[in-house]
């Protein structure tokens, strides 16, 4: 069980991820903390990383209907200091394929000058950036004879973990990538016409980054310092969340509203890739009663956000609505009415996510007891408005996918 105390308040980047990290004396603007180190005399170093073999990455794009990858890519870089945090190098490729619906199509990148800058974050995995960027009117040219696709600059969201492997007896890198929300440009005329003109995709995969000397030696590189948080995993890339309620959802309010107690809780999740640090939760509430007073609960799109920010235990719940909207809570039997709301906030409390089943049904349990939530009240014999208010209760949280069913997910 992960026990969190609460205080509220394309085949391309892949690989980006792991040279970068270890290669370039770039300053990066803003707070960071991990950093990469060379042990070559005076930090003069030749990075070179390989996406091949167990090593490689797929981009996937426009709902799954697309996917290309590359059999070998090679990224060389150079490091010009004994510790750096971000470097920007371009990458080439060989091997290409697109896969579009059952057919494969052979495809070539084209980078007209693009290049690519990582960044090691502030605190963990998902604060490591990826930019592309381009000259002026250029693009990364992904092609085909069906498909024509282009990347513009962009930082794509999602993370990037590495770890320290052994290669040529030295110390070097393996990086894994999760990259989301990839902006891609349809220019085609083939098989991929019919697809939207403008789409997004996600890039998964690992690369590996090997360190050299002037003459060719093999030094170590490492990357070092960088806070890595427990993650939300699912087996799938894309896994939605489904939850329904094991004990029964309460809100405790002030007298004279109390507690708001509902039979039937529902959650939502967003899709999420295959690992990550917060999961948000839409909320759908049924068979709700104050007593013997019956309740209506309004959610209106709001919904919680559980981020896990320790190294351990850590971690932050938030309730997020849509511009101008709160939570509603309308109690019967109130002369004049009566309305509680809640709004957008972060909160205190303990969640625990205990990890059941095996395999494919592997579920977690979320048990949550939030606090110092905040609410107004309008009529309910004097409106007002408070800061004490909780919410307890138990879901079963599973994943699943559109097209195989159950996706198992666990916290590690």
Known sequence: MLRFVKSMAACLVVVVALVVNAASGTSAPGKTGGHFVS?????????????????????????????????????????????????????????????IGESTESATVSTNG?????????????????????????RLELKSAGCELSLSPQTPSGGISYKTIIKNE?????????????????????????????????LTGSVSAAGYTQVMEPVNITATGLTEHPKINSEAVHTGFSGLQTTASKYAFDAPVGTVECSTTWMLGTVIPKAVREVTLGLLYAGCKSGERTVTAQVNGCAYVI???????????????????????????????????????????????????????????????????????????????????????????????????????WVE
């Open 170 to 202: 030295k110390h070097a890198i393996t990086s894994d990538v999760t990259l989301e929300e990839i902006q891609i440009q349809n220019h085609s005329k083939g098989a991929c016409k019919g697809l939207p003109t403008n789409g997004t995709g996600s």
């Open 114 to 138: 693009c290049a690519y800058t990582v960044t090691i974050g502030e605190e963990a995995t998902e604060d490591n950036t990826v930019h592309l960027s381009c000259p002026v009117s250029k």
């Open 39 to 99: 042990e070559a005399p005076f930090g003069h170093t030749i990075l070179q990383a390989s996406e091949s073999g167990e090593h490689g990455t797929e981009l996937v794009a426009f709902s799954g209907q697309v996917r290309f990858h590359c059999n070998e890519a090679a990224y060389d870089a150079t490091l010009t200091a004994s510790t750096v945090i971000s470097v920007t190098f371009v990458p080439t490729y060989n091997g290409c394929e697109f896969t």
């Open 307 to 409: 981020k896990l920010t320790g190294t351990g235990n850590d971690a932050s719940v938030t309730l997020e609505c849509p511009a101008g909207k709160v939570i509603e809570t309308t109690v019967d039997s109130f002369p004049g009415g009566c309305v509680v709301t809640i709004g957008p906030q972060a909160t205190g409390g303990v969640v625990d996510l205990k990890g059941e089943g095996s395999g494919s049904t592997r579920d977690l349990l979320l048990t949550w007891t939030l606090e110092g939530i905040k609410y107004s009240r309008d009529g309910c014999e004097g409106g007002g408005e408070g800061s004490n208010g909780t919410y307890t209760g138990s879901v079963t949280l599973k994943g699943f996918t559109t097209s195989e069913g159950q996706a198992g997910i």
